[in-house]
């Protein structure tokens, strides 16, 4: 069956850095556009990050642009966010979920949890 | 970027009433080359990641059940649940996935009179 199971949040310091992983399994992961979605506590669902199939297209959020980094090991099945300059602002859970092109989102990971907090 | 605006907040219905949740965007998400509008709706229960419920602003997706209904085109959207179940007590969102980055409305939250 479809799965995809992040990993890497946790307690982090403003200004430290975190890296998370998302591993999928049960489909074909080089035929899905991947992202990363969080929600702050008690709040909507913010878009931060995609990339393509193959990596060569990737976008950010304004939010996030110059300090998160979305990459993709397809031999890995996974996909990665690369988070650094972390603020408080940053504290949430993190998703990651799989689309076609210009489809929504069909399928979500149970997230991981992100803070940041002196 | 696409910002999607979605009313009301929250709305308290009845068992077996309707529920209408609108959505709004700030710019058209109809695609001319295919006429289909880049507009879906989510369902999230609490403690739960999202799951999606309707594609296309109107194309319920597979085992959803038929009392859940979108409809609109272009910039102006809507949800209905058409008989209200407990088990739909819920934060429902628009997305927009016309544009180069996806954006979410910021959610309606669905609870029980």
Redesign the interface.
Known sequence: QVQLVESGGGLVKPGGSLRLSCAASGFTFSDYYM?WIRQAPGK????IS?ISTVGATI?Y??SVKGRFTISRDNAKNSVYLQMDSLTTDDTAVY?C?R?RL?????F????VQVTVSS | DIVMTQSPDSLAVSLGERATINCKSSQSVLHSSNNKNYLAWYQQKPGQPPKVLIHWASTRESGVPDRFSGSGSGTDFTLTISRLQAEDVAIYYCQQYYGTRDSFGQGTKVEIK
Do not use: H, I, N
């Open positions: 992202s909507g669902l913010e878009w995609y976008y959020a304004e998703y979920a689309k210009a489809r929504p989102y069909d979500w990971g149970q997230g």
